[in-house]
């Protein structure tokens, strides 16, 4: 195999080992020497690929979320679908890619970076997650309530779905499966948890 092919390969057995272990355990509890163990090679060859954990970190997110982008693209272009159900869509977009918490490893990850590594991550996250799923909430057959803009929205119903990834809690008992768990509490997110409706 050439020098250039070998490189190649490892920069992404790199990529690949990092995106699996920085979403299982997140930024803070993955280190470069847990990368580089993996893959079977030592740290100053992982940084030859990669000049320190935070760029790694990036290129990680930015390949990712690009995946996410394009899933949740997908159901937008499905006009056959209720918004119940291209809402459930989305979330199973989510979760096809996040075992943990988007939320917690978002805020946890801002408070690690250095200043100019949070703006990047942060306009990863506002294009690739809040933009597409505020579209979500434009639609006028979303009927959004009046005083909670699209993008809001869009935070408010990603941190919602934080019991979504990994619950422990047992919503809905032994009598459901794990799929039908995960539309009680998006249905919870969306239409909260009484039948009070307008009774005010």
Known sequence: MKRAEQLEKTRQAIL???TKLFL???FGETST???AKQIGI???ALYHHFSDKEVLYLDVMTNLCGKVRQDIN???RKHDLSPNEQLWQITKALKKHHPLSIYDQYNQAMRLLSKSAQQKLNMIFTMDYLEPIAAFFRQPE???RPDILPKEAAELFIAGLTPIFG???LI???SITPEQRDQLILDCIINGLSNWGGKG
């Open 16 to 18: 690949k080992t990092a």
């Open 24 to 26: 299982q355990k997140g």
């Open 142 to 144: 979303v009927e959004l």
């Open 33 to 35: 020497r847990d990368i």
């Open 167 to 169: 619950t422990s809690q």
């Open 172 to 174: 809905g008992g032994h």
């Open 74 to 76: 997908k159901v937008m």
């Open 42 to 44: 030592t740290q100053p």
